[in-house]
Nanobody, 124 residues
Framework: QVQLGESGGGLVQAGGSVRLSCAAS????????LTWFRQAPGKDRDFVAA????????YYADFVKGRFTISRDNIKDTVYLQMNSLKSEDTAVYYC?????????????????WGQGTQVTVSS
């Protein structure tokens, strides 16, 4: 089994930055793709960014391109999301997800493991 735990959320002003972390524990070696999703109140859980196991390939939703950066440290079994130029519409609970498969997927049901989420609130 794999456990994922996010940290780093909080309250930030518009235009500011925050870095989220997600640490994997347990059988982390089975993880290939690591992904961040987010869910705003009353909305679906949306894909934000993903990274392959080697870290060579990254994928972003259009609404975060140029502002967010995903990275991972395979020694620490941790994935990061650096969020810059934050907007009020970035307010959401951010979830870390992992899949055993090697290809990136964009839908929630295609992921095997989930963290509990961390709240990011951007004040305008």
């Amino acid at each position: 089994q794999v456990q994922l735990g996010e940290s780093g959320g909080g309250l930030v002003q518009a235009g500011g930055s925050v870095r989220l972390s997600c640490a994997a524990s347990g059988r982390a070696a089975v993880i290939n793709v690591l992904t961040w999703f987010r869910q705003a109140p009353g909305k679906d859980r949306d894909f934000v960014a993903a990274i392959t196991k080697s870290g060579a390939d990254t994928y972003y939703a259009d609404f975060v391109k140029g502002r967010f950066t995903i990275s991972r440290d395979n020694i620490k079994d941790t994935v990061y999301l650096q969020m810059n130029s934050l907007k009020s519409e970035d307010t959401a609970v951010y979830y870390c997800a992992a899949r055993r498969g090697g290809s990136v997927r964009y839908l929630t049901y295609e992921y095997d493991y989930w963290g509990q989420g961390t709240q990011v609130t951007v004040s305008s």
